[in-house]
């Protein structure tokens, strides 16, 4: 479904139907997913500037190899639905790119 579509896209919770009495009411709700960050993510994204790039293997090296591949790419693939990074080029050339999006308040770290 196109609408359904477009608002995951946006990464806002989806539309949903109501029968009632006859009649088919549509909610859109345009509100967006919460995004559980953890502290990990937040560490790391806090000490880059906008336009900052790095690769996963940047990201490892943050973590001093305490981290698995799977939780890395795991933990980009956060940021990156977030809009917290950008990502640019595939396979081994691929970069992230941090954009200018703030932290949530809710996390106690400075925003960007």
Known sequence: MLITELFEE??????HWKNKNG???LILPGTPKSIDLNDRMISFIT???SAD???REDYDRFFE???SEKTARNDIAK???GNWIEKSGEG???KYIRTLKDLPDFTGYPTT
């Open 47 to 49: 000490k880059l500037n």
């Open 79 to 81: 940021l990156l639905k």
């Open 65 to 67: 190899g305490k981290i």
């Open 53 to 55: 790039q790095f690769n």
């Open 92 to 94: 081994p050339a691929t």
């Open 10 to 15: 946006y990464g806002l919770n989806p539309p």
């Open 23 to 25: 009649g088919t009411t």
